[in-house]
Each structure stands twice: as structure tokens, then as C-alpha cells.
């Protein structure tokens, strides 16, 4: 699981939860590959991206490293900038660990790095 | 009609191991379902040129979100049953992969995604697995979420086998409910083995629907999948044979039989001559 996918993720639709914004993580396997940049995808994802929770991701991943602190202005034009969005949002993934639902707790087990988002049926 | 997948277990249990590895090795079943994804992502009308981030819905085993990466899009996929992940895997698709039932409907922020895709996959959601399970709740549950995640403007594309008539018509309903417009494209409907279903959905407000494929009668309904024909033409090509069927094969094959002293006819301009097209 990418951070992007992290970024975007939820646990809105246990029951009970009103925003599940933004799932915590306790990772027990990190890796970091090599993903080919794309600007004009990572600029127009930036537009997307929740970047306080994108640091909290890899603050909790022990990956923190040099990710800016905010979105720079003009970030399109920003190459430096737009590398390093793509290295946090791209490059980082979780293998093994757990997302958490900062409301109720609930655990989403991550394995061989796919999120167990199932839910149970009393759950829904 | 009996034998139809979802109709013998929930998909989690149908697609098992011994299933999800069938369905990757098939390759006259991965050309169709690369054709159809090929097909989905043009009826996605996405800006041209630009790389979106995409949903795939029913993922499974990644044949179609390898189509989406092949048009350098950033995908993210998601399915039920973890054997056919488990391929994707191995596969070493791009996207990212998420085990999760679409009837509990997606864990996603809005406007998370640029566009949706899923092909062979919504049928199994109008299946009641479980004694709790009411099809209609869980397909508006699925619509409106999906809903929730596109970004104002985006699109999302199904391809899908219904059952039957009334089928169609609780699948629209509950998407209508949800919020989207759109509607049923359907590709070649006067073949039986050509016809393909697509529920165009769209979030932007009433816009018209794409124009299906073989509609106009005089055009031929493909009788292979379009891939397998071009690589046999491409075999032969290379093999300095002419290509099967053709006139220069049919006046070769009569040379043959003459030189075998077979009796044959004499060749006319009418030999090999076009037959009109099939009127299905």
C-alpha cells in the first residue's frame, strides 16, 4: 500500500464512524522501491492530497526524512518539490502492518501489502 | 440460466485459488477482457493525454488495470476475494490492490479518484451471499460512495453480464438514486457472442451517452477477438503465406490441386469474389 492510497483511505463506512479521517498506522514492514516520475500526475494529485496526514503517515513510518512540511507556492513548476511528493507518495509502501480507525479503533490488517478492508456484517 | 459464475458461490469462494489461476492462463478469456477494459477506458472519456487516477472495481486478478497502467494511468484496484489478488500479485501489477467487498461500499475521501472502471464484476453484487444481504441496499450503498470518491466531472464505466431485464433495471435505479446520470450502452446487439453491456454512469449531469459499437447493421459484429485475428495475420504475414481465406490463398490452393491432378474449376474474376456481410 502506497501512501497514496493511504491518503485517500477511510474507515467511513464501519458504523458509528462519522469522518474515519485519516487512518493511523503501525507498521511492522516498510519498503521503498524505485517508481517512475510523472510531474504532471503527482501535480495534479498534490491538488488531492491531504498533506498534514501524508506527514503524519511517514512521520508513523519512521520515514519522515525531508518530506516538506506544507505544499510550497507554485509547487507545478517546483521540480525539486514535485520529487519529493512523488518519492513520499510513490515510493514508500507499507507491507505488513495495521491501518486503525481513529474513531472506534478498529484494526485493517495490511498484508503482503494489500489492506484488509472487509468489514464485518454488524459492523456495516 | 444455469451455470452462470454467481449463481454457484459468492465470488470470494468461486474465485479460490484453482479459479483465479484458470482465469489468468486463459488466453482467449484474457483477450476479451483486454478488449473490453481497452473499450471501458475510451467510453471513460478521459482528458487526453493527461495520467488519472483511476479505480478498479472488481479488480481482481489485474488484466484490466494492466490496460489502464498501458495508457499511463495511476490506478488503484479493489476485490473480494484475496485468491485472485493473490495473482496480481505475482503479477507484479502497478496499482495498488485493496481486499474489500464493493456492497459495504468504498473507504474512500471525496473526489479521491479521476474515474472508475470494472469489468465482469457487477453482477456478483446483485447476488444475495448471505442471509443479511439485500441486493438493492447493497448496490445503493456501493453507488453512492462511489459517488462520494469521483472527482465533479468524472466517470464511471461498467462492464457487466446481466442476468435479465429487471437486473438492468434495479443495477440503474439504485445508481440513479445515488446521485449519477447516464445510462446502457450496448455494443453490438444483434450478435449473441459480440454483445457487450456497458453502464456509462456520469457525475456531472445529464450529458449524452457514447455511441455504441455495431449498431449499423452493415457493420460485421467481430467473429473472433480482434487480437487473436491480427496475430494469426501477422503469423502468416511473416511466414510469407498468404493469409488465410484470401483470394491469392484461394488461387494458390487451386494451383495445388491442379498440380495434384485434382479436378478444379477455372479460374474467373469471380473466383474469391466477396460474399455480402452477414445480416445477423
Not at chain 2, 504475414?237 to 477455372?266: C, F, M, N, V, Y
Given at each position: 500500500m502506497k501512501l497514496l492510497t493511504h491518503n485517500i483511505?477511510?474507515?467511513?463506512?464501519?458504523?458509528?464512524?462519522?469522518?474515519?479521517?485519516?487512518l493511523g498506522i503501525v507498521a511492522k514492514e516498510v519498503k521503498v522501491n524505485e517508481v517512475e516520475f510523472n510531474p504532471e500526475f503527482i501535480s495534479r494529485m498534490i491538488q488531492k492530497v491531504d498533506w498534514p496526514a501524508l506527514c503524519k503517515a511517514a512521520e508513523n513510518l519512521g520515514h519522515l526524512d525531508d518530506l516538506p512540511p506544507a505544499v510550497v507556492e507554485?509547487?507545478?513548476?517546483n521540480e525539486e518539490f514535485l520529487k519529493k511528493a512523488h518519492h513520499f507518495l510513490m515510493e514508500i509502501e507499507v507491507i505488513n502492518g495495521d491501518l486503525v480507525c481513529p474513531e472506534t479503533g478498529r484494526k485493517f490488517p495490511v498484508t503482503d501489502g494489500i489492506p484488509n478492508m472487509l468489514a464485518n456484517e454488524d459492523e456495516v | 440460466m444455469s451455470g452462470r459464475p454467481e449463481h454457484q458461490a459468492p465470488p470470494e469462494i468461486f474465485y479460490g485459488q484453482d479459479e483465479a489461476r484458470k482465469y489468468t492462463r486463459n488466453t482467449r478469456m484474457m483477450e476479451i477482457q483486454l478488449a473490453m477494459s481497452e473499450r471501458a477506458v475510451e467510453l471513460l472519456?478521459?482528458?487526453?493525454?493527461q495520467p488519472c487516477h483511476i479505480i478498479d472495481l472488481g479488480c481482481g486478478s489485474g488484466l484490466s488495470g494492466e490496460t489502464l497502467t498501458e495508457q499511463g494511468h495511476v490506478w488503484t484496484g479493489v476485490d473480494i476475494s484475496s485468491a485472485m489478488l493473490g495473482v496480481a500479485k505475482e503479477r507484479e501489477v502497478e496499482g495498488d490492490l485493496l481486499l474489500g467487498d464493493l456492497g459495504q461500499g468504498l473507504p474512500f475521501r471525496a473526489g479521491a479518484f479521476d474515474g472508475a472502471i470494472s469489468i465482469?464484476?457487477?453482477?456478483?453484487?446483485?447476488?444475495?451471499?448471505?442471509?443479511?444481504?439485500n441486493p438493492a441496499n447493497r448496490l445503493y450503498t456501493f453507488f453512492s460512495s462511489l459517488y462520494g470518491c469521483l472527482s465533479r466531472g468524472s466517470r464511471a464505466v461498467f462492464q457487466f453480464y446481466p442476468e435479465n431485464s429487471s437486473q438492468v433495471e434495479l443495477i440503474t435505479s439504485q445508481a440513479m438514486k445515488a446521485g449519477f446520470t447516464g445510462g446502457l450502452v450496448v455494443d453490438y446487439p444483434n450478435s449473441t457472442k459480440a454483445k457487450k453491456f456497458f453502464l456509462c454512469l456520469m457525475t456531472g449531469g445529464q450529458q449524452p451517452l457514447p455511441a455504441a459499437l455495431?449498431?449499423?447493421?452493415?457493420?460485421e459484429a467481430p467473429s473472433h477477438v480482434a487480437f487473436s485475428q491480427k496475430r494469426e495475420r501477422m503469423k502468416q504475414l511473416r511466414a510469407g503465406k498468404a493469409p488465410k481465406k484470401s483470394r491469392d490463398w484461394i488461387l494458390e490452393k487451386k494451383e495445388r490441386r491442379r498440380r495434384q491432378g485434382k479436378e478444379t474449376r477455372d479460374d474467373s474474376k469471380f473466383t474469391g469474389r466477396k460474399r455480402p456481410s452477414h445480416v445477423w
Amino acid at each position: 500500500m502506497k501512501l497514496l492510497t493511504h491518503n485517500i483511505l477511510t474507515s467511513k463506512c464501519l458504523k458509528g464512524v462519522t469522518v474515519g479521517y485519516p487512518l493511523g498506522i503501525v507498521a511492522k514492514e516498510v519498503k521503498v522501491n524505485e517508481v517512475e516520475f510523472n510531474p504532471e500526475f503527482i501535480s495534479r494529485m498534490i491538488q488531492k492530497v491531504d498533506w498534514p496526514a501524508l506527514c503524519k503517515a511517514a512521520e508513523n513510518l519512521g520515514h519522515l526524512d525531508d518530506l516538506p512540511p506544507a505544499v510550497v507556492e507554485d509547487y507545478e513548476n517546483n521540480e525539486e518539490f514535485l520529487k519529493k511528493a512523488h518519492h513520499f507518495l510513490m515510493e514508500i509502501e507499507v507491507i505488513n502492518g495495521d491501518l486503525v480507525c481513529p474513531e472506534t479503533g478498529r484494526k485493517f490488517p495490511v498484508t503482503d501489502g494489500i489492506p484488509n478492508m472487509l468489514a464485518n456484517e454488524d459492523e456495516v | 440460466m444455469s451455470g452462470r459464475p454467481e449463481h454457484q458461490a459468492p465470488p470470494e469462494i468461486f474465485y479460490g485459488q484453482d479459479e483465479a489461476r484458470k482465469y489468468t492462463r486463459n488466453t482467449r478469456m484474457m483477450e476479451i477482457q483486454l478488449a473490453m477494459s481497452e473499450r471501458a477506458v475510451e467510453l471513460l472519456c478521459l482528458p487526453e493525454n493527461q495520467p488519472c487516477h483511476i479505480i478498479d472495481l472488481g479488480c481482481g486478478s489485474g488484466l484490466s488495470g494492466e490496460t489502464l497502467t498501458e495508457q499511463g494511468h495511476v490506478w488503484t484496484g479493489v476485490d473480494i476475494s484475496s485468491a485472485m489478488l493473490g495473482v496480481a500479485k505475482e503479477r507484479e501489477v502497478e496499482g495498488d490492490l485493496l481486499l474489500g467487498d464493493l456492497g459495504q461500499g468504498l473507504p474512500f475521501r471525496a473526489g479521491a479518484f479521476d474515474g472508475a472502471i470494472s469489468i465482469s464484476a457487477l453482477q456478483w453484487l446483485c447476488n444475495a451471499d448471505q442471509r443479511s444481504h439485500n441486493p438493492a441496499n447493497r448496490l445503493y450503498t456501493f453507488f453512492s460512495s462511489l459517488y462520494g470518491c469521483l472527482s465533479r466531472g468524472s466517470r464511471a464505466v461498467f462492464q457487466f453480464y446481466p442476468e435479465n431485464s429487471s437486473q438492468v433495471e434495479l443495477i440503474t435505479s439504485q445508481a440513479m438514486k445515488a446521485g449519477f446520470t447516464g445510462g446502457l450502452v450496448v455494443d453490438y446487439p444483434n450478435s449473441t457472442k459480440a454483445k457487450k453491456f456497458f453502464l456509462c454512469l456520469m457525475t456531472g449531469g445529464q450529458q449524452p451517452l457514447p455511441a455504441a459499437l455495431g449498431v449499423d447493421s452493415r457493420e460485421e459484429a467481430p467473429s473472433h477477438v480482434a487480437f487473436s485475428q491480427k496475430r494469426e495475420r501477422m503469423k502468416q504475414l511473416r511466414a510469407g503465406k498468404a493469409p488465410k481465406k484470401s483470394r491469392d490463398w484461394i488461387l494458390e490452393k487451386k494451383e495445388r490441386r491442379r498440380r495434384q491432378g485434382k479436378e478444379t474449376r477455372d479460374d474467373s474474376k469471380f473466383t474469391g469474389r466477396k460474399r455480402p456481410s452477414h445480416v445477423w
